[in-house]
């Protein structure tokens, strides 16, 4: 199915983790969402149209749920933290933890995390460049 389920977002974030990505990904390329523009392929799939809802003119793509609600919720979740973490100017480090700690609450069915013990915030310049504007796609 075109469908990615919570098992496979930790996975990615675990894959991501290993292979010390973290640094080389902008936390914004985490919260973005599958876009199914008019003529898409998946709108005209079967296991798709269920879970389609109207095309929203002004951005283009037509708006849609997950079949599984945990999912979406997610989805905003990890949107508000990198919204706040931009905002803010946070360490990317500690915002992919941030991430990474709501992932596995929703992956365990617990409504709250356990306490999360954040990485402190680095000062070197090593880091690759970022871009000065997050909000991209």
């Known amino acids: 199915t075109p469908w990615s389920t919570l098992d496979d977002y930790v996975d990615l974030l675990d894959f991501i983790e290993r ?3 973290i640094d080389h990904l902008d936390p914004v390329q985490l919260a973005i969402r599958l876009l199914i523009p008019p003529g898409s392929l998946l709108a005209g799939r079967a296991e798709t149209k269920p879970f389609l809802g109207p095309l929203d003119p002004e951005r283009f ?3 849609w749920d997950h079949p599984d609600a945990r999912v979406d919720r997610l989805y905003r979740d990890v949107g508000a933290i990198v ?3 931009a905002h803010d100017g946070e360490d990317p ?3 992919f933890h941030r991430i990474r700690a709501r992932a596995g609450s929703a992956t365990s069915g617990s409504a709250s995390s356990p306490a999360l013990a954040l990485p402190a915030a680095r000062r070197d310049k090593g880091r690759p460049p970022r871009l ?3 909000w991209f796609c």
């Open 61 to 63: 793509t037509f708006t």
């Open 93 to 95: 480090l500690v915002t």
């Open 83 to 85: 919204e706040r973490a």
């Open 132 to 134: 000065t504007e997050p």
């Open 19 to 21: 292979e010390s990505l």
